[in-house]
């Protein structure tokens, strides 16, 4: 089904599996839900090969509107809290001069923002 989107690479996020890759122009995710109790919400994000791309909140179901703001590696969140990134590299975070936590699940990165951490840097 056409979605109505611009066309290109696209970094995917499904809230309750945690299921995270890329979608290169023309390709699909294949569904199937067994039952009427069984659901899928993916977040969707334009992606661009070696640059990291921001996920938003994985502890929210519409975790992408948790980030008001990104400038180049800068991220503003209206609040803080673990916060996704896809890269096919390593990065680090910081919270001001300090340091966060980041869990490497695949390309999928979880850094470990505090609740008042609403300004981070990734490298």
Do not use: W
Not at 14 to 40: K, P, Q
Not at 89 to 118: K, Y
Request: proline letters at 4%; aromatic letters at 10%.
């Amino acid at each position: 089904t056409d979605t109505g989107v611009a066309n290109g690479d696209y970094v995917y996020y499904e809230y309750f599996t945690g299921e995270c890759g890329v979608l290169r122009g023309g390709e699909s995710i294949s569904l199937t839900l067994s039952h009427n109790d069984e659901f899928r919400l993916y977040t969707f994000a334009p992606y661009v090969k070696g640059t990291p791309c921001v996920i938003g909140r994985v502890d929210k179901m519409i975790g992408v509107g948790a980030v008001t703001n990104q400038f180049g590696n800068l991220l503003t969140l209206a609040e803080g809290g673990p916060v996704a990134v896809y890269s096919e590299s390593p990065i680090t975070a910081q919270a001001g001069e300090r340091s966060l936590p980041v869990e490497s699940r695949g390309n999928l990165r979880l850094i470990s923002a505090l609740a008042d951490d609403t300004v981070l840097t990734i490298y």
